[in-house]
């Protein structure tokens, strides 16, 4: 990805994050006018930033969220929820596109129609509640959008009237519907460019007519066309009607740039049956049509279309009765739905147009119209039939013009005028190559200071015409026809939409944003590290010299514990740059408690506390699930209703809050709320029916264990899986989460009064203090944070209970595990010269664990890689560490063997 | 080598502009807001300024006014702005913007816009 695109996505997830932020803020406090300058800023600024790239989808929601916030800020309109909630779908909807930019490099077209719909919520706002806005931007009307927008069969008798369906020639209705027949879904396109486009660089006439699967179009004028002197000929007055046999994903991709509009109606191919002609009522229609349907009725169909060929070679080609009975044909050869031929034929019988949006054809229709859309690429008519009469119209004109143009002084230009508009007229009707012609009169004609070599030349041109094409269409179909290849995006229609709700992923950022001051420290460390270095060679120079050696291991120590001092420095410098404040995870929780709790009819203040509190950024990130998964299990569970609050005698908004703070080489989190708790006998029950514990177990154990066994796995509170914790994740799997990440969970509550919940984390983790210990011969590493202290029992005090292993220390049971057991490897455990055992108390959960060791050996630093490959599966270990000396030290997860 | 200030609190809109600078052999050095910019004016002297109307701390009218008031640096500036109502180009202008440009700009335009003020043959 080029660096200016990185650039971009980087700075708009930033502005984003301010973006919500401050549309929170201002949801609290709406008069703070600091606040909504910063978010039209970053609205500006963002929207600013996307036009520089080609992501009109982008830059249109942005927009239309600049000019309602400019209407906020210019107080002509009041700031509300609603607006805020539209601004926030908006505001995921970028995001979701910065999202695809990022994986895709690109936008798909699939989106435009949704851009357009949200800019035209946007834009709603400002229409409906301020008429007296000014400058309101000419915004789409929303419904007209929602036209765009509305794919749904439902929608099919919103098709234009059979008048306007009638301007559509009868051979070209009838391929549309052997289209449809054949698989494509037909569209009825209504285009209005903006009255501004031509200022736009926009081309509206070509844009239509390269549209893709073009059957028939027409041009007409928006409003009456002001006298000629009064004509603003730069303001686009037009409207397209299109037929299109297309599919959505086209006509959203070929439009992307304008999607607001376009009206767009989904055509069923039954509404364009409609005969056209003279003399609709006749006795032999209303005899033919009587009996054919008697036959229809029978299920005699060959009879039916036997008759009907026979009927319409009697019948004069131009009559309505023998266009109907064309039709009739066309419907029978495409097996058209039974409902739709008996239509048919009681409009022939009657002598009345087929109404086709009476009730009860919808599912004729239905079948009528096959219903998958296949995306087959479509050639486009180079022109719509229409222009390419209006061309040669306008080249019929240009003789008048030239034979006026007698005036010397201004004859040039009217030559060159001339020429040019016979040029454009021959590019359009596809005949390109005859421009030479054009240019060669011209200069004929600019010579002899004469208009008749052009006209001559524009004359043997229209004579050509009436020779080659009485009907313009043949000049049509002789056209080279470019034909863009239809894009076929059909991957995009049953795309989700933008997805994203603030409790998903955090945004892919993978820049790291540090302190200047902490890459200063860095940079000095590196600078004493050369010095450091440089007293090697000296060192080696003092060696060959012939130092004694007792010296030189002096000297050598001398300097490992320089270098060893800034190596530590540098270590601890760069763990301050992986540091990450708990901002990073908890700035999503307003939104996501906004979100949720209005969801579920609950009031709630969340209140965050020490969101700076730094912490390495895996264990940050390691936080964000778990995290949320708690709040939402506060909000769904722990919280009650307001209604419930106030019988309770608690105030009707709950609160939920969310601190942070560090503990010696920890970070402790705290989630709290003050809903009803978790009732201990409850946990009990649950936990018996699910088999978790023994219903003599559950007698035994005290509250606060009850309680831990949430934690259980497969233990599920939730009376009714709701649609916020219906994911399938309980507790067990925020332990495991946490656990992973050496951070332990434990629970606190109270009925009626709260739940908390305590998460410990450490500060860092890249590296790791281990304790070396030796069993049968080999050395593994234990981490030392859950190394509670090392003990040399005398094997005497060891009591075998049941059969397991345990001793009395400082007043209390510790169980004992040999290592050698949990590791499978049958050596009895070793005892030093004065038959004591070495064990490593360990904690485990709330309790001490003794684990008998043959002996102890060092602590030290290591970086801790995670097993990867084959030996990722592998239990027990939770990786792999280089010594000094160049070995692998294997370290164990003690948590998961005991 | 010509030196160019440019003046805008977007990022991506730094990059994309001094991206199309660079290119063309110039020297660019970039600020965040009109307050930045004015320390980096007074420190060295730039020969061109590309100025953002809409910057936080001290907008673009009010730095060029700044830069006018001193009769050492009267280099030239050229005024960027989503804007394009004849009304801002008249401001920028009265604040002493010797040209103005409408975001997003295109690199051919951006030059074609640059050189004259820095005494070049636009080509």
Sequence with gaps: MNPLLTQFLSEARDFLQSIAEKLMQLESAPNDNEAMNELFRAVHTLKGNSGLFDFPEMTRVLHAGEDLLDAVREERLAYSRALADQLLDAMDFVGMLCDEIESRGAIGAQHASVGAELAAALREFMTSDSDSAPDAAPAAPADLARAVASNTPDSIFLAPPAEELLAIPEDIRRAAWQRAHDGASLYWLCYTPDEQCFFQGEDPFFLAQQTPGLLWGRITAREAWPPLAELDAYRCLLRFDLLLAITRAEIDQHFRYVPEQLTLTPLPALALVLPVGDGKDSAEGEDFASAALHQLETGSLDALRHATTVMLELASPQRWLASALRWLLLLLDTHAARGAVRLLLESIRDGATPDWRQSGTADAAAQATPAPPHGDPDTPAALLPRANEVAWEILAWQGEVLAQASRVAALPGHLHAAATTLRNCLRALGRPDDTRRVDEALNEALATSSAAPLAACLQRFLAEAGATAAAPVAATAAAPASSPVATTASDGEGEPRFGRRADDLLPGSRTLKVDQAKIDRLMNLIGEMVVAKNALPYLAARAESGSSAREMAREIKAQHAVINRIAEEMHDAIMQVRMLPVSFVFQRFPRLVRDISRKLGKEVSLVVEGEDTEADKNVIEALADPLVHIVRNSLDHGLENPQERIAAGKAAAGRIALTARQEADRVLIEVRDDGRGIDPAHIRRKAVEKGIIDADTAHRISDQEAINLVFAAGFSTAEQVSDLSGRGVGMDVVRDALEKVSGTVTLESEVGVGTCLRLSLPLSMAVNQVMVIESDGQAFGVAMDCVVETVRLPRSSVHTIKDSLAAVLRGRIVPLRPLNTLLGIEAPPLCNEADELAVLIVRHGSDNVGVIVDDFRQTCDVILKPLDGILDALPGYSGSALMGDGSVLLVLNLKELI | ?123
């Design chain 2, 1 to 123: 080598m010509k030196r160019i200030l440019i003046i805008d609190d977007a990022a991506t809109v730094r990059l994309y502009h001094r991206q199309i600078l660079e290119k063309a052999g110039y020297l660019v050095e970039e600020a965040f807001n009109g307050l930045e910019a004015l320390e980096k004016a007074l420190q060295a002297p730039f020969d061109l300024y590309l100025v953002d109307i809409n910057t936080p701390k001290l907008d673009g009218f009010g730095f060029l006014r700044e830069l006018r008031s001193q009769p050492i640096t009267q280099t030239p500036a050229i005024m960027i702005s989503t804007m394009a109502e004849e009304r801002d180009r008249q401001q920028a202008a009265a604040a002493g913007a010797n040209d103005y440009l409408v975001k997003p700009v295109r690199p051919e335009q951006l030059l074609a816009h640059v050189r004259p003020l820095l005494g070049e043959v636009s080509t």
